[in-house]
């Protein structure tokens, strides 16, 4: 049974920066693909950025070049470094390990990001 728990949200001012992390239990990182996604009051869940087992990444348009996803296989820990934040990046993150597909499978229990003034 994997488990997964995201920690490191919390409040920032336009600008600024955060980094989430993802703690995964039951199953190697290392030969996981990973994902961050999130989702807003009212809006739908969205696929932020994944981490495929091989180390290729990809990004949403909305946070390219500000976001890093990045992964520490000797702590079995999932990163999510966000610069340059903005009011619109306002949203639960969460931690997923996909199954079949991207979307079903494994989620964390979500961490809140605020971005605000």
């Known amino acids: 049974q994997v488990q997964l728990v995201e920690s490191g949200g919390g409040l920032v001012q336009p600008g600024g920066s955060l980094r989430l992390s993802c703690a995964v239990s039951?199953?190697?990182?290392?030969?996981?693909?990973m994902g961050w996604y999130r989702q807003a009051p009212g809006k739908q869940r969205e696929l932020v950025a994944t981490l495929t087992s091989g180390g290729s990444t990809h990004y949403a348009d909305s946070v390219k070049g500000r976001f890093t996803i990045s992964r520490d296989n000797a702590k079995n820990t999932l990163y999510l470094q966000m610069n340059s934040l903005k009011p619109e990046d306002t949203a639960v993150y969460y931690c997923h390990r996909p199954t079949t597909d991207w979307g079903t499978g494994s989620w964390g229990q979500g961490t809140q990001v605020t971005v605000s003034s």
């Open positions: 039951g199953r190697m990182l290392s030969i996981s693909h």
